[in-house]
């Protein structure tokens, strides 16, 4: 066999084991949305959200996941879409208006929670370097996650949202 055989040869192998990865890791995500196709779709952003009370932040918008698995990465719904967004918390709710992938609100009735974490859906940062909200969706306990591009803002904004979540208790 000639060198030029054998290169072509291994050329066409490497390119069928990608496209087989690739194949693979898309019918695996077609799965995951057949599997999650309950999950309620989120409401679209509210035409007047009230005053802004921290924000818009830029960021990226890191995922969604159910509530207690920081893994199982949400697929439907674009809620599984890392995007580069803006984050503003309003008297209505959290408003996340994302590059590519569909707007989300969280609704300030559906707010359970927040805090500064390693990470969600996969995706690892320095301790406390992401943003994770816990929301109910449809009755299911959903989190997502936010990384602020710059860190004071990303405080800001979890302090943004206990005040949110405190006066919605007392009210």
Known sequence: MSDAVARTLWVLIVVAAIAATLWAMRRGWVHRQQRQAGIAEPMPLPADAGASITGP??????????????????????????SNADLTVAEAGILVERQGARDIF??????????????IAGRVQERGGVLVVT????????????????????????SSIELVLTEERTS
Do not use: K, M, N, T
């Open 106 to 119: 969280i609704p300030r009735a559906d707010i359970r929670g927040v805090r500064a974490d390693r990470g």
């Open 135 to 158: 929301w109910e969706l449809g009755g299911r306990l959903v989190e997502s996650g936010f990384r602020a591009d710059v860190g004071g803002e990303q405080a800001a904004l979890i």
């Open 57 to 82: 932040c830029s960021g990226r918008y890191v995922g969604s996941v159910l509530a207690g698995d920081w893994l199982d990465r949400i697929a439907v719904h674009d809620l599984g879409v890392r």
